[in-house]
C-alpha cells in the first residue's frame, strides 16, 4: 500500500512567521509531487509541484523533495491569514513524471495564521 | 473558462436508490479522477480514466461504477448507495501534455446517504 503522510497538526503560527509543512512517503518511485491548499467547503487548487531534489520557489512558498529520504516540504513565508487552510501533499505513484492518473493525497494539514 | 464541473451539488438520498453524478470538462484533458474525501481519512482516489473507454480502480471502488464514453465526461455512478458512502466527492481531470500535470478540481458533491 503507497502511504503519504503528513505530520500531524493542526499547526497554527503568527502572522508573519514561516510555516512548515511536511510530508513523506511510501513509494521509492514516485517522481511527482505537488502541494494543493483546500479552503473549508472548496475544492482543492494546485500551489506548488516539483519533481527534481532541491528547491523550488514561487512567491512566498517554496518546495523542498528530497527523493533519497522520501520526503517532499512546504515552507511559506511571511505567512497571512489568508493562508489559513488545509494543505494537501500529493505525489504521483505511477513510476514515471506526467499526469496524475494515480495520484495518493496524505491526510492533510490544517494550518491556521493568527493575526 | 476551463473548469470542470459536476451535478448535482448537494443531493440527499436513500439506502439503495441508484443515482449518478455527473462530470465534465471543457479542458479536452485526457484523464479523469474521482475522489471521495472524508474527515480524518482525506482524499480517496475511487476511479481514474486515461482516455475514453479506459478506466482503471483507485484506492476504493467498491459500490461504485464509472463509464468514460466521451473524452469530456466521466459520470460516478452508485448503483444500490449505503450510508458509508455518505460522503464529498470530487471530480477531477488533468493532461499530459506541456510542463504542468496539474490536476483540476470540480467543485464538489456533498452526498448524503440515509
Known amino acids: 500500500q503507497k502511504e503519504v503522510e503528513q505530520n500531524s497538526g493542526p499547526l497554527s503560527v503568527p502572522e508573519g512567521a514561516i510555516a512548515s509543512l511536511n510530508c513523506t512517503y511510501s513509494?521509492?518511485?514516485?517522481?511527482?509531487f505537488f502541494w494543493y491548499r483546500q479552503y473549508s467547503g472548496k475544492s482543492p487548487e494546485l500551489i506548488m509541484s516539483?519533481?527534481?531534489?532541491g528547491d523550488k520557489e514561487d512567491g512566498r512558498f517554496t518546495a523542498q523533495l528530497n527523493k533519497a529520504s522520501q520526503y517532499v516540504s512546504l515552507l511559506i513565508r511571511d505567512s497571512q491569514p489568508s493562508d489559513s487552510a488545509t494543505y494537501l501533499c500529493?505525489?504521483?505513484?505511477?513510476?514515471?513524471?506526467?499526469?496524475?492518473?494515480?495520484?495518493?493525497f496524505g491526510k492533510g494539514i490544517t494550518l491556521s495564521v493568527r493575526p | 473558462e476551463a473548469q470542470v464541473t459536476q451535478n448535482p451539488r448537494y443531493l440527499i438520498t436513500v439506502t439503495g436508490k441508484k443515482l449518478t453524478v455527473t462530470c465534465s470538462q471543457n479542458m479536452n484533458h485526457e484523464y479523469m479522477s474521482w475522489y471521495r474525501q472524508d474527515p480524518g481519512l482525506g482524499l480517496r482516489q475511487i476511479y481514474y480514466?486515461?482516455?475514453?473507454?479506459?478506466?482503471d480502480k483507485g484506492d476504493v471502488p467498491e459500490g461504485y461504477k464509472v463509464s468514460r464514453k466521451e473524452k469530456r465526461n466521466f459520470p460516478l455512478i452508485l448503483e444500490s448507495p449505503s450510508p458509508n458512502q455518505t460522503s464529498l466527492y470530487f471530480c477531477?481531470?488533468?493532461?499530459?501534455?506541456?510542463?504542468?500535470?496539474?490536476?483540476?478540481f470540480g467543485p464538489g458533491t456533498r452526498l448524503t446517504v440515509t
Open positions: 477531477a481531470s488533468s493532461s499530459e501534455s506541456g510542463s504542468s500535470y496539474e490536476q483540476y
Open positions: 516539483i519533481y527534481s531534489n
Open positions: 480514466s486515461m482516455n475514453v473507454e479506459v478506466t
Open positions: 500529493a505525489v504521483n505513484s505511477s513510476g514515471y513524471t506526467g499526469a496524475n492518473s494515480k495520484l495518493t
Open positions: 513509494d521509492r518511485v514516485s517522481q511527482s
